[in-house]
């Protein structure tokens, strides 16, 4: 009798493991390229009496889905091609690209690493990185949409606030502000 209920035991132990083992299990990792032609961070800085709009292009870069989620990723951000979108134009990315803001003669380039993505719903995810900029290297969270992320692409955005001063791009505090206004749309195949 007690073998008879140990083997009972047994066959319902390994009936429960296996019916759940589709829940368990994961779908592959895919990595897809970032879409360059479509994929940019547009940027908003103010100062006491005006704002200045524009965006910086994205170089390279991969995201890793897991089951329909982002789980990772990273990209390269094109400081030395930036772009002013409003009538200031060309004298004020002269500016930007110089010393005093992004001295893209030294940093023409900047990068964001992933580190962990944790979903709060089934769209909206905290993303949590390193952001390489000017020289540093920091920890950067913000809130994004992931619009779409299946075996067609990947499509995410963002919209934060970032403090330059962190990144040592002090110049004018006091009458241009320390945070700017950043929204990534970020296109992968």
Same mark, same amino acid.
């Given at each position: 009798?007690?073998?008879?209920?140990?083997?009972?035991?047994?066959?319902?132990?390994?009936?429960?493991?296996?019916?759940?083992?589709?829940?368990?299990?994961?779908?592959?990792?895919?990595?897809?390229?970032?879409?360059? &032609?479509?994929?940019? #961070?547009?940027?908003? $800085?103010?100062?006491?009496?005006?704002?200045? /709009?524009?965006?910086? @292009?994205?170089? %390279?870069?991969?995201?890793?889905?897991?089951?329909?989620?982002?789980?990772?990723?990273?990209?390269?951000?094109?400081?030395?091609?930036?772009?002013?979108?409003?009538?200031?134009?060309?004298?004020?990315?002269?500016?930007?690209?110089?010393? &005093?803001?992004?001295? #893209?003669?030294?940093? $023409?380039?900047?990068?964001?690493?992933?580190? /962990?993505?944790?979903? @709060?719903?089934? %769209?909206?995810?905290?993303?949590?990185?390193?952001?390489?900029?000017?020289?540093?290297?920091?920890?950067?969270?913000?809130?994004?949409?992931?619009?779409?992320?299946?075996?067609?692409?990947?499509?995410?955005?963002?919209?934060?606030?970032? &403090?330059?001063?962190?990144?040592?791009?002090?110049?004018?505090?006091?009458?241009?502000?320390?945070?700017?206004?950043?929204?990534?749309?970020?296109?992968?195949?």
């Amino acid at each position: 009798m007690k073998k008879f209920i140990t083997v009972l035991l047994s066959a319902v132990l390994l009936a429960g493991i296996y019916s759940f083992s589709g829940i368990l299990k994961t779908k592959d990792l895919v990595t897809y390229n970032v879409q360059t &032609d479509k994929s940019r #961070v547009d940027w908003v $800085g103010s100062k006491k009496n005006d704002f200045h /709009t524009g965006y910086f @292009s994205i170089k %390279s870069g991969t995201v890793q889905v897991n089951a329909g989620k982002l789980v990772g990723g990273e990209f390269v951000i094109d400081l030395a091609n930036l772009k002013v979108t409003d009538g200031a134009g060309v004298k004020l990315e002269g500016h930007l690209k110089a010393a &005093d803001f992004f001295d #893209v003669a030294k940093y $023409g380039e900047a990068s964001y690493k992933i580190t /962990t993505v944790s979903y @709060s719903g089934e %769209s909206a995810a905290t993303i949590n990185g390193i952001l390489s900029l000017k020289g540093a290297s920091l920890p950067v969270s913000f809130q994004a949409n992931i619009r779409n992320a299946d075996e067609k692409g990947f499509f995410g955005e963002a919209f934060f606030s970032m &403090d330059r001063t962190l990144f040592g791009i002090n110049y004018g505090v006091g009458n241009v502000a320390k945070d700017v206004q950043i929204a990534v749309h970020l296109f992968a195949k």
